[in-house]
C-alpha cells in the first residue's frame, strides 16, 4: 500500500526493496505476527551487519544491511495491511534506525583506524541527508492526502491510537525527540517555506530519495562488497553537499 495516491507517486531510489517488503507482510497479514515484531527483526539484520564487518565478512555484511532496509519497509506494510497504525510503532522504528546507523558508522571508524571526529561528520550528515528525504515527503503526503502517521513538526506527543497506551507513546516520543530534534530542527530552518508551497514534482522526489535511508544502505552496501568501507566515512561526509544541492532547488525552481 502505498503512502501518497498513485497519481503523486514518484520512482523511489531508497525504496528498492518495496516489493519484496509486500510480499513479507502478505504472507504475515493472517498470522499473529506483529509490525514492532517485524522492526525487531531489522533490528537484529543489522546488529548481525556489524558483526559481520567487524569479522570482514563483507558480501555477508551487504546481504544484512539490505535485508534491514527491506524489513524496514516490511513492519510499514504490514501495519497497513493489518490497519494497525501505531504511533509506537513510528517511534521505535525511527529510534532503532538512529541508533544502528551510529553503530553502522563507529564500527567502520574503529575497524579502519579513523578519525571520531570525521565519524561525528559522517552521522551527522547521514542523519541530515534522512531528515531532509523524510521532511520533504512527510510535506508530499500531507498535502496530497497521503499517509499521516508521521508528522512534518514533532513537537508534542500525539494522541495515542486505538490499542496504545497514552504512557508508551510519551515515553517513545520523549526518546524519539531527544534523537531527532536538533536534525529535524535545522533541516526546517535551511528550508522553512517547504513547509508552505504546493506538492513537490515526482523529479525531484526521485532526486531527494537518493538520501534516503534505504540508499545509503544500498551505497554502503555495494562499497563493503568492493572492498572499499574504509572510503565509506569520507564518502558521507561529502554527499552531505546534496542537501545543499537539494534545498538550493527546492527554493529556487519549486
Not at 498470522?31 to 546488529?47: A, M, W, Y
Not at 553502522?104 to 579513523?114: A, D, E, G, R
Not at 521532511?135 to 486505538?162: F, H
Request: charged letters at 15%.
Amino acid at each position: 500500500m502505498s503512502k501518497v495516491p498513485r497519481k503523486y507517486k514518484f520512482v523511489d531510489l531508497s525504496d528498492y526493496g518495496r516489493f519484496v517488503a509486500r510480499w513479507i507482510a502478505a504472507a504475515l497479514t493472517n498470522t499473529s505476527v506483529t509490525p514492532i515484531q517485524v522492526t525487531t527483526s531489522f533490528i537484529v539484520s543489522g546488529l548481525l551487519a556489524i558483526i559481520c564487518i567487524i569479522y570482514g565478512y563483507n558480501f555477508a555484511a551487504a546481504f544484512f544491511l539490505i535485508l534491514k532496509s527491506i524489513l524496514d519497509a516490511a513492519d510499514g506494510e504490514l501495519s497497513r495491511m493489518k490497519n494497525m497504525p501505531s504511533y509506537i510503532g513510528r517511534y521505535y522504528d525511527s529510534i532503532a534506525d538512529i541508533i544502528l546507523n551510529f553503530l553502522f558508522l563507529l564500527t567502520l571508524c574503529i575497524i579502519h583506524n579513523q578519525s571520531y571526529f570525521y565519524f561525528i561528520l559522517a552521522f551527522v550528515g547521514v542523519q541530515l541527508q534522512g531528515t531532509l528525504y523524510n521532511y520533504y515527503y512527510v510535506i508530499l503526503r500531507n498535502s496530497v492526502e497521503g499517509d499521516t502517521t508521521s508528522r512534518i513538526i514533532e513537537d508534542k506527543a500525539p494522541k495515542a491510537m486505538a490499542g496504545e497506551s497514552q504512557e508508551r507513546v510519551d515515553l517513545y516520543f520523549k526518546v524519539f525527540n531527544f534523537l531527532y530534534k536538533a536534525f529535524d530542527k535545522s533541516i526546517y530552518y535551511f528550508d522553512k517555506a517547504a513547509f508552505h508551497g504546493k506538492s513537490f514534482p515526482k523529479w525531484f522526489m526521485t532526486c531527494v530519495s537518493m538520501l534516503g535511508l534505504g540508499s545509503q544502505l544500498l551505497i554502503m552496501s555495494v562499497m563493503l562488497v568492493f572492498g572499499i568501507g574504509q572510503y565509506i566515512i569520507p564518502f558521507f561526509i561529502f554527499y552531505s553537499l546534496m542537501i545543499v544541492v537539494l534545498i538550493g532547488i527546492r527554493r529556487l525552481l519549486l
